[in-house]
């Protein structure tokens, strides 16, 4: 039994675009890739075709990925104000008590954490450890290199 993923309504549209596009834009690519390569002749020894054919596998494998994970996915409304502690979608100002340095992460699920978007994965260690915390409270994550790392949640905002 699959389990749901959590999604906000930003994500859930992201993944909602990405399989539209890849179901008509790509698709009729990659079709007229295999068109092209069977105009060149006998496609048993053709490596266009072959190449075009394997494309057209992992594209189809892609989508089949994409529309299981809007299958499983429930979105969660991000609240319009904010609550006072850390709730899924929102915004958290942290600062590392060991370095000093300061980040600001948003909530989210899984599937659509990304680091370099500043999205942090609410079933990560730092995710799980920072909802339902506080502003001025301090969180400790475990390591699995070293000494627990410990976070001061300075802002929280709404998403």
Do not use: W
Not at 106 to 117: C, H, M, N, Y
């Amino acid at each position: 039994m699959s389990r749901q993923l959590e999604i906000t309504p930003e994500g859930l549209k992201k993944l909602e675009e990405e399989l539209e596009h890849l179901t008509t834009v790509r698709r009729r690519e990659v079709s007229e890739r295999i068109k092209e390569a069977r105009a060149f002749g006998d496609i048993s020894e053709n490596a266009e075709y072959d190449d075009a054919k394997n494309e057209q596998a992992q594209l189809e494998a892609q989508i089949a990925q994409l529309e299981e994970r809007l299958r499983r996915s429930v979105v969660v409304e991000e609240p319009g104000e904010n609550t006072g502690e850390v709730i899924f979608g929102s915004v958290v100002h942290i600062k590392d008590q060991k370095s000093g340095e300061s980040r600001k992460f948003q909530i989210v699920g899984s599937t659509e954490a990304d680091l370099s978007e500043g999205k942090l994965s609410s079933e990560s260690p730092i995710g799980s450890a920072l909802i339902g915390g506080k502003v001025n409270q301090i969180v400790t994550v475990p390591s699995s290199k070293g000494p627990a790392r410990k976070f001061k949640i300075t802002k929280i905002d709404a998403a």
